[in-house]
């Protein structure tokens, strides 16, 4: 990071955390923002005058939630961002800001306007938007804002001149020591609250290990070194890592100060050498010596870094759950992905993880431009045969940056990119991005996935639900190593009806989904409209997961 000069900045900055779900009630299922606790915290670094709204933890509307904060104070800035999913809850944010009597500048940031810049720019309206790798950027925008300056000479930022004219500025360099970066702003975000609400049947991080989870996001490292077609990385694409005494200096700072049982480490790539990893293990085992209540942790890695003695390894560490992107069983499908990697490589992996008890994140992704009947049928015949139902099926989603977003275009598949963005990508709409495949095909395809999701996973009718004050208490008997498990503190929709999707066992780490009495009968009926809806919301679950 630039060192400026640290003073007191005269700028007020209001940092709004987006909703990440569609209720307007407090919600804590979701992945916490790392990018913005960066943002933030650099912001506060500076001497910024910086308050931080997470709309996630508040109950009301967008509007009436962030007008009353800018009621509160005289605020300069409001800085917001998201992922491209975020369109219409970004720009509610912009709007009530722009509308507010104080009359804020606006900033915004994140996958949403590195993706597509002058078009995501030109429709959400803000005054400023920093693309690409941000913490260096935003300090420099504000000073120059603050100051009057030139922005035109600040890299990776864009913003309308005195004609009215979208400029976008020269992209800036990657941060090559991310080391210098001060760690993520947890308390300004809420991070407490966020931790005392947790729960064991949450599906993000699969932190069913403890009854109270308090799960800890981290970032070891930054973008990824391939260039899968269906990925898009916001923040670069230069591959760079944490020293593994930076990464453990933030690990036990924040087990002191939150009383953290679970890491769940973001990146797309935990690490890209065997030495760092083996490195990491031996730190994560020794800390794990000295307490306790052990330190279970998660992390990516691709299939080619996997071997019996390394998982051996991070099992002994507390790795619990590894995510690989196994995406096809095909070599011509992988091939056209730019995986680099073959498919005795993904059996090899998933055979000696769970060997080592470990619980795997993956999915099988259909509809590559290469993908035909022959080849997604290799696919999931290799599933049904193997993966016991521990491997997610579902279809490339076009996302905005991405080479196969670029390939739909091109193609006219999809023909306005803003009307994909805003109306069309959550719905998880099913495009024939195919070569080959009719659209008939493809859809017996996806009527093949649904059928086979339902009779391979795993469905389970818990032994006991207790109810302990606002949570439940659930007893089930794993349906792979028959051991009785009880997970306490369980948050469920309904007393008769509810769904737990993807816990894992305690003993084995295998994955199964707990469903009430009556929606396992509605299984074993073969009720279809209810078993529909139960698969689509398994699969959007394992497919998010992997975003």
């Not at 994560?284 to 003695?309: A, F, G, H, P, Y």
Request: hydrophobic share 35%; net charge positive.
């Amino acid at each position: 990071m630039k060192n400026y000069m640290m003073k007191k900045q005269n700028q007020k900055i209001l940092l709004v955390i987006p909703r990440y779900s569609g209720s307007e009630k407090p919600a804590y299922d979701y992945a916490f923002p790392l990018g913005l606790g960066y943002i933030s915290s650099v912001m506060k670094k500076e001497g910024y005058d910086v308050d931080v709204i997470n709309l996630n933890h508040r109950n009301g509307t967008i509007g009436n939630l962030v007008t009353k904060q800018l009621d509160s104070k005289k605020y300069d800035i409001v800085a917001t961002g998201h992922n491209g999913m975020g369109f219409s809850i970004v720009k509610r944010i912009i709007e009530v800001s722009k509308e507010h009597t104080s009359k804020p500048k606006v900033i915004i940031g994140g996958a949403i306007i590195t993706s597509e810049k002058e078009l995501m720019f030109e429709n959400l309206n803000p005054d400023y938007a920093v693309y690409g790798e941000g913490e260096e950027t935003i300090i420099e925008l504000l000073k120059g804002i603050e100051d009057n300056n030139d922005l035109k000479k600040i890299d990776g930022i864009i913003f309308r001149d005195e004609n009215k004219e979208i400029v976008v500025t020269n992209p800036r360099k990657p941060i090559k020591n991310i080391n210098k970066i001060p760690f993520p702003d947890f308390d300004g975000l809420g991070f407490e609250e966020y931790l005392k609400n947790q729960k064991p049947n949450t599906v993000f991080y699969f932190q069913n290990y403890y009854d109270f989870p308090r799960t800890l996001p981290i970032l070891a490292s930054r973008s990824c070194p391939y260039r899968c077609t269906f990925c898009y990385h916001s923040i670069g694409t230069q591959y760079r890592e944490r020293t593994i005494d930076n990464v453990m200096e933030e690990i036990e700072l924040m087990i002191k100060k939150y009383d953290i049982n679970i890491l769940a480490i973001y990146d797309d790539l935990f690490s890209s050498r065997r030495e760092r990893l083996i490195e990491f293990c031996k730190r994560m085992k020794k800390l794990n010596e000295k307490r306790q209540q052990k330190i279970k942790w998660t992390c990516q890695l691709s299939v080619l870094e996997i071997d019996d003695n390394l998982l051996k390894i991070m099992k002994e560490a507390g790795c619990e759950i590894i995510s690989y992107g196994f995406e096809s069983f095909s070599e011509e499908v992988l091939k056209s992905m730019r995986k680099p990697i073959k498919p005795e490589q993904i059996d090899h992996a998933l055979k000696a993880t769970l060997r080592a008890k470990i619980g795997i994140q993956a999915n099988f992704i259909f509809g590559d431009p290469a993908e035909t009947v022959e080849t997604s049928n290799k696919t999931l015949d290799y599933w049904k045969r193997e993966c016991r139902g521990q491997v997610g099926l579902g279809f490339i989603q076009p996302y905005p940056g991405s080479e196969i977003f670029n390939h739909c275009v091109s193609r006219g598949i999809i023909q306005n990119k803003i009307k994909y963005i805003r109306d069309e990508m959550n719905k998880d709409v099913l495009f024939n991005m195919t070569n080959t495949m009719s659209d008939g095909e493809l859809k017996q395809l996806s009527k093949t996935i649904q059928k086979l999701g339902l009779k391979y996973y795993k469905f389970v009718r818990p032994m006991s639900v207790l109810k302990t004050g606002k949570s439940y208490s659930v007893t089930v008997e794993c349906p792979f190593c028959k051991d009785k498990i009880t997970y306490g503190n369980c948050l469920l929709q309904n007393r008769l009806v509810y769904a737990t999707y993807g816990l894992i066992c305690r003993s084995c780490n295998m994955r199964f989904n707990v469903v009430s009495p009556a929606i396992y009968i509605f299984k074993e009926l073969g009720v279809t409209p209810l078993l529909e809806r139960i698969y689509f919301r398994i699969n959007k679950i394992k497919m998010n997961l992997a975003r």
